[in-house]
């Protein structure tokens, strides 16, 4: 006897604690068997010793040291392998049954081992024999167990025989189903699409009637079950038992008065509205959808919200323009802002997939009113959803609309007083360059640049300058060049060196979409000034770093005008690690000079830093005579 009230038995005898089939076996005993019979197998790092697997399999028991046993319960694939099938079949799988007690990740464990276990018990034949342990821990109070269980049944039902599938899977669906535990049934739930997707008419109706059953059960839990086993099995019934038993289980769900139960019926809307035709749909679908999205429980309206999107695609075009357009405007003012800002996430969304011919008048006159008011929401969260997803309704209303009635809520959001939301609107400023150019928010976009480059937090500081190339490219080169080339190269002198770095990947993204004779003129020099006017160790260190990336998209003029020159100085740096990244630059150099170059230059610089005294330096400068020497030989 178990915690759970049932019994186990594995083929045709009934276990106890540990016994074997047809006899009562002690776990101490059934362990000293097991031991005195184990045998070296495999070999190199494959052999297991006698020994060994003795401790292993007495360590499932121990209940001293919980991480023994959970590091016992994680060998048993290798425990299974030492004994052999027959052996696991008669004495392990017994021994197992013994260990699953009140230690519910043990449990875990020995369930997610149990479901890939067939092959150490000799085949699929022999796979039945899995089903008693991981229905005993189905049982359970633990929820995490009992989902570990279902899964295992689940996947040892699918190599199950048809012959076990019905002679021992379907009995243990049935006590799971009828059991006095509402843990039993409400994992019965989960197990119910094995059975009805490979049986015939009679079982399917036995399923059914469960299902029905357990859809007015006591205990919530189950009945949420229910509602989360649907989905599995929707597309498998007919239309009839759609008809005459999913809907009315669907509508009775729908009317609970739990709202962890009816929350599920937004999943269930899409799922069945996929097989139903527009009339159906508005029969038994959309009375379900319009209650959701009014339900007292706000964490029903915001399911509905955060799926509208699905639903909108399962419903149609038409009802998506009669019904859900008005249905979605209400959620977008919803009094809870978690349910504002699931339905603002998806905007952009839900009117790209409007019907072209109502689509501008719904944006205009159906979303945007709700717009207005979000973009000033007390909730920093709703404004922030927003801003993340108000710039692509610019493609769909065109640009005059555009101008006169969504630009001034982007000025709203771009001098918003958080800084993500300003981050938000800056990251997506492709999508309105594309409708009306960016000139429009040219004049907001600095002060909130500015705003976000000297906040506090480094990582609002680090968002910000990732996303100077994209503003730049987006602006043009005099914009970068009059407001922005300030911005970049302060951002090289962050106090931090996440910032410091993602500033060199902008310095090189801007010269490659600038082109090197921009950068040769205007930005490359004063890089360079950053590690002689007053340098420190930062300075030349982010110098020769900036150097190293941009070696590879420079012209042979650069190199010869502004990186020999750098290098020819910071060679002989104090700070072994500037000397280190020199040496690492002088490597990438290699294949961009002529010979005269290398030894008239680099070659006195190489052969210096292969006398350093620290190692590293050497290293890399051998590294680049190596390199000098295969192209100049």
């Known amino acids: 006897q178990f915690r759970w009230g049932i019994r186990i038995w594995v083929g045709e005898g009934v276990f106890g604690v540990g016994g074997a089939a047809g006899r009562d076996v002690s776990p101490r005993r059934a362990t000293a068997s097991m031991a005195a019979h184990a045998m070296d197998v495999g070999d190199g790092a494959e052999a297991l010793s006698a020994e060994a697997l003795s401790s292993m399999i007495k360590n499932l028991q121990n209940q001293v040291d919980v991480t023994l046993r959970l590091q016992a319960a994680r060998e048993l694939p290798t425990i299974a392998a030492a004994l052999g099938p027959e052996r696991v079949r008669n004495e392990l799988l017994p021994y197992l049954a013994s260990c699953i007690d009140d230690e519910d990740e043990v449990a875990d464990v020995i369930c997610e081992k149990l479901s890939q276990f067939t092959p150490y018990l000799g085949g699929s034949e022999w796979a039945y024999m899995l089903l008693p342990i991981l229905e005993m821990v189905a049982a359970g109070e633990e929820a995490a167990s009992r989902e570990k269980a279902v899964a295992g049944l689940s996947t040892v039902a699918a190599e199950l025989p048809p012959d076990k599938v019905f002679g021992v899977f379907m009995p243990i669906v049935e006590r799971l189903a009828t059991g006095g535990w509402y843990t039993q049934r409400a994992s019965a739930c989960g197990l119910f ?276 190339p994209l503003v730049s490219t987006q602006l043009g080169v005099e914009y970068c060049q009059a407001q922005l080339l300030d911005k970049c190269l302060g951002a090289l002198t962050d106090s931090v060196f996440c910032v410091r770095s993602a500033a060199v990947e902008v310095v090189r993204k801007l010269t490659e979409d600038f082109g090197p004779e921009w950068s040769k003129e205007t930005l490359i020099p004063r890089v360079m000034a950053i590690a002689t006017d007053g340098g420190t160790y930062n300075t030349r260190l982010i110098v020769t770093l900036s150097v190293k990336r941009l070696v590879d998209v420079s012209t042979d003029e650069i190199i010869g005008d502004f990186f020999l020159p750098m290098i020819e100085t910071l060679h002989v740096d104090r700070v072994a690690n500037i000397r280190f990244n020199v040496a690492q630059i002088l490597i990438k150099l290699m294949p961009r000079i002529s010979r005269d170059v290398f030894a008239a230059r680099l070659l006195p610089i190489i052969t210096k830093l292969q006398e350093d005294p620290d190692r590293d330096v050497v290293f890399f400068a051998g590294k680049a005579q190596q390199e000098a020497a295969s192209l100049f030989p």
């Open 193 to 468: 699409h094995i059975i009805f997707r490979c049986a015939d008419e009679a079982a399917q109706a036995q399923v059914l009637k469960w299902l029905d059953a357990l859809s007015a059960d006591p205990a919530a839990m189950v009945r949420r079950a229910v509602g989360l086993a649907l989905p599995a099995l929707v597309p498998l019934v007919g239309r009839e038992i759609l008809n005459t038993t999913i809907l009315p289980i669907f509508e009775k769900l729908n009317l609970d008065d739990q709202d962890s139960v009816r929350l599920l019926a937004a999943r269930l809307c899409i799922d069945i509205a996929q097989i139903l035709d527009e009339t159906e749909i508005s029969e038994a679908v959309l009375p379900v959808m319009a209650k959701g999205v009014v339900d007292p429980s706000w964490r029903v309206r915001y399911v509905f919200a955060e799926r509208f999107s699905e639903l909108q695609s399962a419903f149609g075009p038409t009802l998506s323009r009669e019904s859900l357009l008005p249905a979605f405007v209400d959620l977008l003012g919803d009094d809870e802002p978690e349910v504002r800002a699931a339905a603002a996430l998806q905007v952009h969304k839900f009117c790209a997939a409007l019907p072209e011919e109502v689509r501008v008048d719904g944006v205009l006159h159906g979303v945007l009113p709700k717009l207005h008011s979000l973009v000033v929401d007390d909730a920093q969260h709703v404004r922030c959803a927003v801003a993340s997803v108000i710039m692509g309704l610019a493609s769909l209303i065109g640009a005059e609309h555009t101008i006169t009635f969504l630009l001034p809520l982007f000025l709203q959001l771009i001098r918003d007083d958080h800084s993500e939301v300003q981050l938000n609107m800056i990251s997506n400023l492709e999508a309105i360059n594309e409708v009306i150019g960016i000139d429009q928010l040219a004049q907001a976009l600095e002060p909130a640049i500015n705003e976000l480059l000297a906040n506090e937090s480094w990582r609002v500081r680090l968002a910000t300058t990732e996303l100077l």
